[in-house]
């Protein structure tokens, strides 16, 4: 039972093109989303969040998209970069139970590849 | 400031031992994490610790438990290992406030388990 869904495995973009990537999700308690970058051998990092009473959030390059009806996100990087390349991540966590908030459920992720 | 580290980074065990993982938190940060992450899998959350005490915990075995000291670093052991458990083992710290915010979880850069 996979409550969020990256349904793309891979991606290849050309520099300087958008790249945008996908993540559904099932459950509709989930109202914080966050995208994370993956290198090989190092830890997921933080990118950016989306509170459920938003449904855009920019940040430099980066911009997240959320529709809620549809239980759809989306990561916009624009202009992408080489340095791009690495496996995103989207993540959920629901409500707030005395600290269970901070539980992210996440996709399987979808690895970027930006062609200089 | 440090950000968040695991030790070791690698370890190779065999079946039935035990083992354990540690994470230094980053700096300011009183909640600690564990996700496993398997081969082409999203980090899976494993359980939540709060000032020293389990505060959530995902569909792991009890053979999976954890520690956390007053200076908010963390362990976390495994009993009894099996070959399912090879994966990459990450520790998330973030601060926790008295409030209803979303803090974010930032990550280390994992301690990747052989079990053979």
């Known amino acids: 039972d996979q409550q969020v869904k990256q349904n793309s495995p891979s991606l290849s973009v050309q520099e300087g093109r958008i790249s945008i990537l996908n993540c559904d999700y099932t459950?509709?308690?989930?109202?914080?989303f966050l995208w994370y970058k993956k290198y090989p051998a190092e830890g997921p990092t933080f990118l950016i969040s989306?509170?459920?009473?938003?449904d855009k959030n920019e940040d430099g390059r980066f911009t997240v998209f959320l529709n809620k009806s549809a239980k759809h996100l989306s990561l916009h990087i624009v202009p992408s970069q080489p340095g791009d390349s690495a496996v995103y991540f989207c993540?959920?966590?629901?409500?707030?139970?005395?600290?269970?908030?901070?539980?992210?459920?996440f996709g399987k992720g979808t690895l970027l590849t930006v062609n200089p | 400031e440090t950000g968040v580290t695991q030790s070791p980074t690698h370890l190779i065990k065999t079946r039935g031992q035990q083992v354990t993982l540690r994470c230094s938190s980053q700096?300011?940060?009183?909640?600690v994490s564990w996700y496993q992450q398997a081969l082409g899998q999203g980090p899976q959350f494993i359980f939540q610790?709060?000032?020293?005490?389990?505060?959530g915990r995902g569909n792991f075995p009890p053979r999976f438990s954890g520690l956390q000291f007053p200076n908010y670093s963390s362990e976390l052991n495994v009993n009894a290992l099996e070959l399912d458990d090879s994966a990459l083992y990450l520790c998330?710290?973030?601060?926790?406030?008295?409030?209803?915010?979303?803090?974010?979880?930032?990550f280390g850069p994992g301690t990747r388990l052989l079990v053979l």
């Open positions: 998330a710290s973030s601060p926790r406030t008295s409030g209803f915010s979303k803090e974010t979880q930032y």
């Open positions: 989306i509170s459920s009473i938003k």
């Open positions: 993540a959920a966590s629901a409500g707030w139970s005395g600290g269970s908030n901070y539980k992210l459920t």
């Open positions: 459950n509709s308690m989930f109202d914080y």
């Open positions: 700096s300011g940060h009183n909640t």
């Open positions: 610790y709060y000032r020293e005490e389990e505060n």
